[in-house]
Structure formats: structure tokens, C-alpha cells
């Protein structure tokens, strides 16, 4: 236990020269500005992927116990920290963001790697660039609302200095049998498909399709309950979703394609996350 809280340990001295976005009580959200940030980050990725849900991490993950792959070196790392957590700063919370024209001067989007992004790419000419998030988690006692808000008020700032047309990433549905999400996939496919200019699909080795059940044939309220609470988040900001689901065995996950229109969200949600920096409500 020591070990784990030391890694997700971060310096309040650097923290106190760098700004944060936003602050709610001992909690604040703000990017990355150091190694040391980025580590923990990865370290808290490491708990929740590999030791909390299962996760097959490769050897050098489990010598470093972090998450660790060649995007982290040109995303950008959101960062929830408790500033009173047993005396030190912690990371309790991370999303990692990737903008468009940096993602076209490095190696790509990652969900390029699951999913045929040429759709989005070609509307991002008239729509503004992407944004793709990803590697989202929070630690088991920061499961909550306080949290949450401040990781979308961060992303809210985020959308609004780099003038994003459209976020997307990748979903997940624990484990990775997609049969065992038959209701849930078949919900998505028939409630919340993106339209066509906007869906990404499953490439063709890895698709999985996910109309596995006639609409009339399930329990759409009960389908939409046992989705995943981040999934429920998406939805509720107006996420579409992709064509296909990814089965991604590394992660022991079921993924799923989703893209968000930033226009709505940020109509609907102005006055919940614009907020200015100093707010703490």
C-alpha cells in the first residue's frame, strides 16, 4: 500500500510554481508540466488497468508497475491532484488528450489502431480539429461527482484554448467476451449510432458487430442501466457511437467507438464547466 500511494505521489513544491485550472476544496485539475506528473500518472494507470481490472501488462510495465506506451511522450496529461492526501500532493485522477495536428506530426491517432478514423478526419476540415481522449481513470475513493466535474472542467478549458470541433476514443465494457454484451452492444448500435460522416468503424480484422439483438428483442432501459458509468457520462453530453466494436484482450475489454460533438456540449454545459480558475464550488 505504501509503495502504491508513493508512486501517485507528485512534488507540492513544483506543483505550487505550475497552474491549475481549476480547484474544488483540497482537489485541483491541471496538465502535466513535468516527468514526475507524467510518472504518477502512469502509475495510477498501472493500478486501475493492470491491478484492479486485470490487464496483461508487458514485462517492462510490471519492473516500472506503470502504464506505459510511445504516446505518452506527445499527449497532453489532464490531472486530477489531492493536495491533502497524507501530507503529499497525488495524482487521483488522469485522462490523456491528443490534438489532431499533433497526432499528424507523430504517429497517428492510437484508436487509429482499432478503428477507420477517415470519416472524422475528412469533417475536421469544416468542423475543427480532434481530440481524442483516452487512458481515463480515477482511483477506487475518487469515484465521485467532485471528481468527475473537475476532469470535464478541465476538459471543457482544454476544448476551448485548442478550439476543438470534435472529441473521440475509445469506450470499454469489462472483459472481453462481447456475447456477454449483447444487450448493452445491440442498445448502442440501435439508440446511439453516429451518422454516417461521423462513424468510425471497426477495422475489418477486428470487428466485431455489435446489432446482436432486434430492437424489439431486449430491454433497452435495463441495457442502457448496466452500461458502464463512463459510457453513461458520454451519452449524457450527446456521444454518438462508432460502428463495431474492438475486442482488446491486453486490456480484458470490449471497446467501443465514441465520438462527441463539442458545439453540445459546450451549449449545454457553459455554465456547469466554464467556469473561471478560481472557483471552488
Not at 480547484?23 to 493492470?50: C, H, K, M, N, W
Not at 490531472?79 to 491528443?98: A, E, K, N, S
Not at 469515484?143 to 472542467?153: G, H, P, Q, S, Y
Amino acid at each position: 500500500m505504501t509503495s502504491m500511494l508513493q508512486a501517485t505521489a507528485v512534488a507540492a513544491d513544483w506543483l505550487a510554481m505550475t497552474p491549475s485550472i481549476h480547484r474544488a476544496g483540497q482537489l485541483d485539475v491541471r496538465l502535466a508540466t513535468s516527468p514526475e506528473e507524467i510518472g504518477a500518472a502512469q502509475a495510477l494507470r498501472y493500478q486501475i488497468f493492470y491491478e484492479e481490472m486485470g490487464a496483461a501488462a508487458a514485462p517492462h510495465m510490471t519492473a516500472a508497475q506503470r502504464d506505459i506506451d510511445d504516446y505518452d511522450a506527445v499527449c497532453d496529461h489532464l490531472l486530477v491532484i489531492d493536495h491533502g492526501f497524507d501530507g503529499r500532493p497525488h495524482v487521483v485522477g488522469t485522462y490523456r488528450l491528443l490534438r489532431q495536428m499533433v497526432a499528424q506530426l507523430n504517429r497517428g491517432f492510437y484508436s487509429a489502431g482499432e478503428y477507420d478514423l477517415s470519416p472524422l478526419i475528412a469533417a475536421s476540415a469544416t468542423t475543427g480539429q480532434l481530440l481524442e481522449l483516452g487512458r481515463s481513470c480515477v482511483a477506487p475513493a475518487y469515484r465521485n461527482n467532485a471528481t468527475i466535474t473537475l476532469l470535464w472542467r478541465g476538459i471543457a478549458s482544454y476544448l476551448q484554448t485548442h478550439s476543438i470541433g470534435h472529441m473521440f476514443g475509445c469506450a470499454s465494457l469489462h472483459g472481453s467476451d462481447a456475447a456477454a454484451h449483447a444487450a448493452e452492444l445491440s442498445y448502442l448500435y440501435h439508440h446511439h449510432l453516429a451518422p454516417p460522416e461521423l462513424r468510425a468503424r471497426a477495422l475489418p480484422e477486428h470487428y466485431v458487430d455489435m446489432n446482436r439483438i432486434a430492437p424489439t428483442a431486449f430491454d433497452a432501459r435495463a441495457a442502457s442501466k448496466a452500461l458502464p458509468p463512463l459510457v453513461k457520462g458520454y451519452l449524457r453530453v450527446g456521444a454518438m457511437i462508432g460502428d463495431g466494436a474492438y475486442v482488446d484482450r491486453q486490456f480484458n475489454t470490449t471497446d467501443i467507438f465514441v465520438v462527441m460533438p463539442v458545439e453540445r456540449i459546450t451549449k449545454r454545459y457553459a455554465g456547469r464547466f466554464e467556469v473561471g480558475p478560481n472557483d471552488t464550488n
